[in-house]
């Protein structure tokens, strides 16, 4: 056994081998058992690579699974990527462009066999990325969607929204974007806030009012006035009650307009008079369709304004501004100009400026869908974690607006629905028409939009899993265990999955929804390859191992929103230089892998049996690794996964390893009690195992696969069967344990530790020898301290070497020994007698002189923290770092404080 472990543990070396063992083994099939796990990897982009967000979300849903399948649960862990409509479009049109040719050139089905030659090529990287991170996902089971089967879903649910009246095409303003030449869905737009102006331009009353031949309208955006069709007001302004009724003659265009009054004007804005353009501008197009006006379309899809405008026909929307202004400017009609910062809508892929639209689109009406959807998660048939994601879910469904579906591209779905050129007819079809079933003319064509790709990813937890062709591989699999996703697809993402789903199965597609912190850079700012702050999992992986990456992700996984990740990144190279806290992480895997080394060394002459509490460190020891068990059980089972995490890593490295093992190496040198010291051992040490594996799969699988079988493993006929698996092992229910659980010597032995704890930091702080017998005068605030610690001294006088330990209760004791350090806790003060061997007059004069100069360099740091031309001026990890020395001096100042009592 202790040969099969080699003295260090390499994760380069030991992943991929073990990585290896359970692809070959099949664990990551579907496997069939009581009670359902079934979980639908949120997509990523077929062309993408894995990022930070990525591995939170796919260490937690690995986390999950792993443990249902232990348990004996019937598990799916569906894995699948996304065919990313805009994404990939504009990946391809940039490999074409760069060999000299254009999409339109080719044609829409040789591009279309260009973005599936780009996702064969590219397409699989981001799998092997997970697979690499050891998520136990059903690789053969991968899915796509585009694939055929899935299509057909697609297409099944858009005929039949469409038959059912929820589907309909009109007219309305999008978010259009002229570089990728698609509409843009309003919550994929980015807003960002830009420096600007207001312009104030005259428009010329057709007749004076009240002496007045002209009104001021401010702008932002003087460029789209060649499409104004009215001027509105403040329905509270009485000072442009006036004004109501009367018209304006539009400069240039010579188009004569009327001035209204409607709510949705602030009358506090620029002149409170506001040029009304019902074709590119969301809030004009509503105040357009109140009062009857002309929706005017000045640009065409590229943003470049359209015939009959002049000299300013041909221009893009920035030339236009320029000209536009010119010309008012010119004439006399530019009244000034104010600076103006305001929010302006981006697209989300290439960061072009969107243009409000009108244009002709698809619509999901979704007034029958959305109350439905509301009531599962008033219920509680859908719950979010953390809770307070239910209000951003029902405050985007109780505001929801028509969903706009159809997007200007050739790489997606294409929207089934069929024209007849010859008599009109329409309709949407589930197969392909080619003779108009009216007329049998054969003048027929199908739409040119594809869908939004949110349409077909909405069905991600069914139309993977067989519907409609074999709705029978939903049984026992439909609702899903839970969705993990990031806070911003709440609304472009889960709030749909459950409308289709109550529609067309009519059950919710998950039962819980995780929403994980979204990962920051070290500063607070978004990670982004342009800002160079991005961290790569993979190169964490290679740094640090996988395991390392994944423990770290979920210890950063609690209730907060966001959370700074510690990547230090070399700034002319961009590259990963090292994480702290992932430096943590991976000693934590190395302590796991050496203790377990130790043990597996002294396992000599061992054969499997009954855990049994022989001492005070084993009643302890078990009682505090059944609640072990229960702590990750319960944090996987509710989502608490950092606290969980830390949990975790405070039992095995402070409890098992510094203080278990400890106690327990003399008993493994008894004869007498060498085998039971084994059994309890390993015992302790499988059950910590099993427990930790669904958080670091790959250090205790290479652990477990060189240890014996221990009572976990055994059956009633005293025989033994051990999984071929830690991942397939059974896991260690906590009602199994609960009879472990021995409060009284749980709390017997946290006294006994806190002595000799206060034994051994003493002999620290004053450089004593701990092979210096100190003797220690405890005095206990209860009776039933004063028993336990009674009870407990051989234990505590053999560990900590202590000659004698003298124990009375606070009303007997005679107070502070001569020569002693005094130690305070909550339960009793201890008074370690150190005699001769500290010099106290020297010892305080030199905790004085370290104390004086700690206060000294201190108040020099508060001094400069406290300049706020250095807190602006100096650079982020300048001022960062000056707050941890001043919070590193607080804590010095008031640890020298407390030792100078000794002394006074």
Known sequence: MAEEMSKNYDPAVNEPAILQKWLDGDYYKRREGVGDCTV???????????????????????????????????????????????????????????????????????????????????????????????????????????DPEYAEAVRKVFCDWYHDGLIYRGKRIVNWCPSCTTAISDDEAEYKEEKGHLWHLRYPLTEPVNGQEYIVVATTRPETMLGDTGVAVSSKDPEKAAFVGKTVKLPIVDREIPIFDDWHVDPNFGSGFVKVTPAHDPNDYAMGEAHGLEKINIFDEHAVVVEGYGEFTGMTRDECREAVVAWFEEHGLLDHIDEHEHSVMHCYRCDNTLEPWLSEQWFVAVDKLKQPALDAVKDGRVTFHPARWTDTYTTWMENLKDWCISRQLWWGHRIPVFYCEDCGWEDACMDDVHVCPTCGGTHVHQDENVLDTWFSSQLWTFATQGWPQKPEMLEGHHPTTALVTARDIIALWVARMVMSSLYFLDE???????????????????????????????DLIDMYGADAMRFNLLTLCTNNQDVKFDADIDKKTKKLKGSPRTEQARAFVTKIWNASRFLLMNMDGYTPGEPVAKTAADAWMFSRLAKAVKLVTEGIEHYTFGEMARGVQNFFWNEVCDWYVEVTKTRLKDDEDRLQAQRNLIFVLDTSLRIMHP??????????????????????????????????????????????????????????????????????????????????????????????????????????????????????????????????????????????????????????????????????????????????????????????????????????????????
């Open 40 to 146: 639908t990897i949120p997509p990523p982009n077929v062309t993408g690579i894995l990022h930070m967000g990525h591995a939170t979300d796919d260490s937690i849903q690995d986390a999950i699974v792993r443990m249902a399948r232990m348990r004996g649960r019937s598990t799916r862990w569906i894995l699948g990527t996304d065919h990313a409509g805009i994404a990939t479009q504009t990946k391809v049109d940039k490999k074409l462009k760069s060999e000299g040719i254009s999409r339109l050139e080719i044609g829409r089905d040789k591009f279309i066999d260009a973005c599936w030659d780009w996702t064969h090529e590219y397409g699989g990287t981001i799998v092997e990325q997970i697979k690499r991170m050891g998520c136990s996902v059903d690789f053969e089971g991968e899915r796509f969607t585009m």
């Open 508 to 538: 919710v597609p998950f039962k819980d929804v995780v929403i994980y912190p979204t990962i920051l850079a070290k500063d607070g700012s978004r990670m982004s390859k342009s800002k160079g702050n991005g961290v790569d999992p993979m």
């Open 695 to 904: 958080l670091m799969p790959f250090v205790t699988e290479a652990i477990w696969d060189t240890m014996p079988a221990s009572w976990l493993d055994m059956k009633a006929d005293g025989t033994c069967e051990r999984a071929e698996a830690l991942m397939v092992a059974a896991w260690p229910e906590p009602a199994d344990f609960e009879r472990f659980i021995d409060e009284p010597a749980e709390r017997s032995f946290e006294l006994a530790r806190a002595v000799v704890s206060d034994a051994r930091s003493t002999r620290a702080r004053y450089r004593i020898s701990p092979k210096q017998a100190l003797p220690v005068v405890v005095a206990a605030h209860s009776a039933e301290a004063a028993e336990a610690l009674e009870g407990m001294s051989s234990f505590i006088c053999g560990l900590a070497n202590i000659p004698e330990m003298t124990v009375a209760i606070d009303a007997g004791f005679a107070g502070k020994p001569e020569a002693s350090i005094a130690l305070a806790g909550p339960d009793f003060d201890a008074y370690v007698v150190v005699g001769d061997l500290v010099d106290f007059a020297a010892e305080k004069a030199r905790l004085e002189k370290e104390l004086a100069a700690s206060e000294k360099e201190l108040a020099a740091a508060e001094r400069t923290l406290s300049n706020e031309g250095f807190v602006a001026k100096a650079a982020p990890e300048v001022v960062a770092k000056k707050r941890e020395r001043a919070a590193e001096l607080t804590d010095t100042i008031a640890a020298i404080k407390a030792q100078l009592v000794d002394f006074a």
